[in-house]
């Protein structure tokens, strides 16, 4: 199965653990496949270096260097497709997942956004 995380569901996956992490987790073990653009990921790794994050990263001991490599060796990278503009996006800074998710073809987006998850029907 090939899905798509949001930023919040790697951050909470690398931070925290819950489902996030086992979704992690199974790629990690090769029960899925989590594709993402190069936007993504910058847009991960911007996130990561908020300073709100700064404590728990403390906490935690790894620097966002080694997360992103981690997450750069996980995934199969996608050119994320070129899409029309979402008039039903809530939220259009979304529009990269949607775009990520139909290059890659993924059969799923994680993500805990409720602005993406309105869109489900």
């Known amino acids: 199965m090939k899905v798509v995380l949001d930023t919040n569901i790697w951050v909470s996956g690398l931070l925290w653990g819950g489902f996030p992490r086992q979704v992690i987790i199974r790629a990690e073990q090769q029960q899925i496949t989590i594709a993402a653009s190069d936007r993504l990921l910058s847009e991960l790794e911007?996130?990561?270096?908020?300073?709100?994050?700064?404590p728990r990263l403390l906490r935690i001991g790894i620097p966002v260097e080694e997360l992103m490599l981690r997450v750069r060796q996980l995934v199969e990278l996608c050119s994320p497709a070129s899409l029309p503009e979402v008039s039903s996006l809530r939220?259009?800074?979304?529009?990269?997942?949607?775009?990520?998710?139909?290059?890659?073809?993924?059969?799923?987006?994680?993500t805990g956004d409720a602005d993406l998850l309105v869109l489900h029907p």
Do not use: F, H, R, S
Request: proline share 7%; net charge negative.
């Open 46 to 54: 911007a996130t990561l270096n908020y300073p709100k994050l700064q």
């Open 91 to 110: 939220d259009p800074d979304d529009l990269i997942v949607i775009a990520a998710a139909v290059a890659a073809n993924a059969e799923v987006i994680i």
